[in-house]
Structures are given as C-alpha cells and as structure tokens.
C-alpha cells in the first residue's frame, strides 16, 4: 500500500537554520549533562491525567469469556477470502492470481526474505495480524490462545493466498506483532463500550468501538450485542486507569550533513497510559501498557513516522514502601520510526521497524517530595525481528535490511507543583546484525528478487533515538509542548565502508490532557 501525504513545504533563511542548529547543539549539551547527573534512565514523558478505575461486573466477565472457537475460525478465513477477492477483482495485483500450481510451488520451495516498503512488512502486516488475533480475542480467548489464530490465518495467507513464495518476516511480524496492536485495540474498544448506554449516545459508542476493533464490532454485529441494553457496562475489563494526552503543532526536520537539508510541517502525537504500571498482583498479559504514535503533514515525508508500544507481560513488585515503588516485569514491545528523502539530494535520515521484540524492564517511582516528583523505567531486550535502512539494498519497494539483535531503552521524568511544569528525557538503543547476505560482487540490477533469499546487505546497525521533551501549563488541562527529537545512524557493511548518519527534528506543539 502506498503512503500518500500532502504537499507541504516552507522555505527558511540561513539565520533561522543556524538558530534551530545552535538550538539542537544546546540540548545534545543538555541531554548528556543530565545523563550524566542522573545517571539511569527513565518513565513516559509527563505523567498523564487519569480516569478514576472501577472492576468489571462478574457476569459481563463470564460472558465475555465463553469461547466460540468455529466462529473465530469462520472469521479468520472469512478475512483472508474477502482480502484475496479484494486483491485480485478490485487491484488485479499479480500476486494475487493464484492456482493450484502457486499453492504447491508454496508448500515445497519454503519461506523467503520478500521486498515489501518498510511501512507494509512492519505495521500493515502486524495491522492484519491484529484482525486475526481479535478474531480469537472477541470470541472468548485469552491473549495467548489468541496468537494461534494470528498464526494459522498468516500461515494460511503466505502459503495458500499469494501467488510470491511465502515470506519469513511476514509470517513473524505478522502474528507477534498482531498481539501487540491487537490486544491494545481490544482493551482500547472496551473501555468505549457501554451496554447501559442508548440512542445517539450507544450508537456513537458502538461506530468507535467497530473502527478501534473491527472484528469485535463484527462480532457485536453478529450476536445482537451492538443493540442489546444489559444492566451492566458489557466491558470485560471494567473501568481500568486510562490516561490520554493529544498534542498539535509545527514540527522543523532537518538532515545534519554538509548539505544542511531541511523539511518543516505539521505534527501530531498521541501519547496513552493504560492500567497502572505498579499493580503487579494480578497481573496478565497488557494489564498495563503505554502507546504513543506521531503523524506528520511535510513534504516527501510519511504520513505516520512513529508508533512505540510497551505491554507488559507479567509483572513483579521488587519493593513498595514510604519513600519508592518498584517493579520488574517482562514486556513485549513494537517500534515503527519511518522518514524518506530530505532535499535535492534525496538522503533519507533513517528506517527502523521491530514487530518481534520482548525483554525485561525495570519500574521505579518516587514519593513526592515538596514539589517535585520524579519516576523512572530501564529495558533491557531481544530483538527476534528488526529491520533498518540499507544504503545499498534499494530494490523493488525496499531500502532496509532485515535483522535480529537487542534493544537498550530508558528515561526519566521530573515533574513540578502538581504537573505545572514537566521535563522529560528518553533514549533508545537499537543494535541489528544482518547476517544472511547476498554474495559479494552481485549486481542488484540484474537479480530475480523473486528469488533472492537474502536479508540485506550483510552488516551491523545501529540507531540511536534521544528525546527530550518539556511541558508547560497555560490552563488546566492545555500545555505549552517542546520537544527535541536526535537520530544518529550508524552502519558496518560486511563488503561496503560504513555510513554514520544524524538528523534531528524540534516540535513545537500545545498538548492536551483528557
């Protein structure tokens, strides 16, 4: 699928350049002074208003959790049929002209690295695969069991549905990247749902829940729960904490080389917090989770160039006493951070996509004292699937490498008089090793990528995400945003010399907590 973003694009002086460039200098300066200080790394940036919390009703749980396995398999298949008949009567894509021939060829040439855009393997597959998961989700299965009809409906996509040989990232990405967005669309639709609800107000409910999670829409479709008023809210996991912040504003990217490239725009985040991050009693799988997703409106750009997910898998308390609170737990996460080309000379800043990863990480928060109150986070990770940008292997669709590794993460946040004033310091870590490479001295011109089993370019990559993030408020709940985003890329090629690239981009938004 293409990305499509509107024309959007400002001309600057040299002096204003040289002023955003001092500016960035100024805060590197910043983020190492603290790093230093502080020496750990910390929590999500500002600590975000939440809604009061309240348990779910017995019966409605009971409901919620009579398994329905044939109508879930129903929904699977019914899914991948109505895509295929979508691809091939609607788009006639080449692929999807399938027959007996492709699915045998399928079954006995086995899995591929495939060429897809990064945009398409790393966040529309896992967006399917999420589709498959609540198939299972919304019909009394719990998140684990769930992931089985995430893998059987993207194993019976890659090998019956397609006539391109079946793909090993996808049928990763897919499944494990599907639980992640899947399980946050269930809860997020849960909590929208209200049985008690009626008129416009139950119809507003039902159309947000249906676009949050289309498959449980369907199911509420099919079983007449989208009408049906009950005495209680219908949600299977109550009221839980819930904490909401939107920000809107301009957004300054620039590519720092010798060729001073630069793109201005528009911004919009949304940072969430769901359930709270030190109840570990009774925890399962994404009781807590937080999510934050970045769209922007700028010339050659991505419409979406970042989404980050941390849920927690099980959890438990290290120490809960007057003065601190901490907990470690095993969290799955997923990071998408996409840019293209910045200026006449088409350089893209960075490409980075971890459907498959999952690790430990460490909970810290203080009590407040006086005024100030300050919190923290450390994870340490295993990447299973990662992909990163290729200076090389730029063919069909693709200019990434495929790759496993681990990931670094941290930050911290201090917050002042009751959330007046916020400062906030973030760092990823990521390190991929592309080890299944093309042979030395192919000429990608003339290869047949149909066939062509490789991950990349053979190497080893980096990228190196710091954020710095202050907010300021103007009234209630409305904030002054400023925040400072650094990318420094760096890559080893087995048969190339390396490539050390640096961007940097500077928002400056008003945030909203809800």
């Known amino acids: 699928m293409a990305n499509h973003t509107p024309d959007f694009f400002v001309e600057i002086t040299n002096s204003t350049y040289i002023y955003i460039l001092s500016m960035r200098r100024a805060l590197l300066s910043l983020i190492f002074t603290i790093a230093a200080v502080i ?35 129903a929904e699977v298949f019914g899914f991948n049929m109505g895509l295929w008949a979508f691809d091939r009567y609607v788009q006639k894509g080449d692929f999807a002209y399938i027959s007996w ?32 998961f609540n198939a299972g989700r919304s019909n009394g299965f719990n998140f684990w069991q769930s992931e089985l009809f995430a893998i059987a409906g993207s194993g019976m996509w890659e090998v019956f549905m397609e006539r391109e040989y079946p793909s090993t990232n996808d049928f990763i990405a897919t499944p494990i ?32 829940a249906f676009i949050i999670s289309p498959m449980r829409g369907i199911n509420r479709l099919v079983t007449g729960d989208m009408w049906r008023v009950r005495p209680t809210m219908g949600r299977q996991f109550g009221s839980p904490a819930f904490a909401l912040r939107a920000s809107l504003g301009y957004k300054f990217l620039v590519y720092n080389s010798k060729y001073r490239d630069n793109h201005q725009g528009v911004a919009i985040q949304v940072d969430a917090e769901y359930g709270d991050r030190f109840e570990v009693k009774s925890t399962k799988p994404y009781d807590y989770f937080t999510f934050k997703a970045q769209l ?69 928060r203080g ?13 340490a990770n295993g990447i299973l699937l990662g992909s990163i940008l290729s200076d090389h292997y730029q063919t069909d ?29 973030s760092h990823n870590y990521f390190r991929l090793f592309t080890w299944k490479g093309y042979p030395l001295g192919t000429d990608l011109r003339l290869v047949d990528f149909r066939t ?19 907010d300021f408020r103007l009234w209630r709940h409305l904030y002054a945003t400023a925040l400072f985003t650094n990318y420094v890329r760096t890559s080893h090629y087995h048969y190339y010399a390396d490539v050390h690239s640096h961007s940097s981009a500077l928002s400056l938004m008003l945030s909203y907590k809800f």
């Not at 975000?48 to 019966?59: G, K, M, R, V």
């Not at 399928?106 to 966040?123: E, H, R, V």
């Not at 200019?399 to 310091?425: H, Q, T, V």
Request: glycine share 10%.
């Open 39 to 73: 020496g750990c790394l910390g929590q999500i940036p500002i600590k975000l208003h939440s809604f009061p919390s309240a348990p779910p009703d017995s019966t409605d749980v009971v409901r919620m959790e009579k398994r329905h396995f044939w109508r879930a398999a």
């Open 101 to 132: 021939s492709s699915m045998k060829r399928n079954i006995t040439s086995g899995f591929k690295w495939d060429n897809d855009k990064l945009g398409t393997n790393t966040f529309l597959h896992p967006y399917n695969g999420s589709l498959y």
């Open 177 to 208: 990247g599907g639980a992640a967005l899947g399980e946050i669309f269930y809860r997020s639709s849960d909590a929208v749902l209200d049985d008690r609800s009626r008129g416009v107000e139950r119809a507003g409910r039902e159309l947000a």
């Open 296 to 364: 922007q409106v700028m010339k050659t750009q991505p419409l979406l160039t970042q989404v980050e997910i941390k849920g927690r898998l099980l959890a438990r308390e290290l120490f809960d006493n007057f003065a601190s609170q901490g907990s470690i737990g095993l969290y799955q996460h997923f990071d998408f951070y996409d840019s293209d080309t910045i200026g006449d000379l088409k350089k893209v800043p960075f490409k980075l996509g971890i459907p498959a990863c999952v690790g430990a990480g460490f909970l810290y």
């Open 367 to 379: 009590v407040e004292m006086r005024k100030w109150v300050f919190d923290l986070y450390a994870h």
């Open 397 to 425: 669709e693709r200019n990434y490498n495929w790759a496993s590794g681990f990931s670094l993460k941290g930050g911290f946040n201090l917050e002042f008089d009751k959330s007046r004033i916020a400062i906030s310091l």
């Open 452 to 470: 062509l089993n490789a991950m990349g370019d053979k190497s080893v990559a980096s990228l190196n995400m710091t954020e710095v993030r202050a």
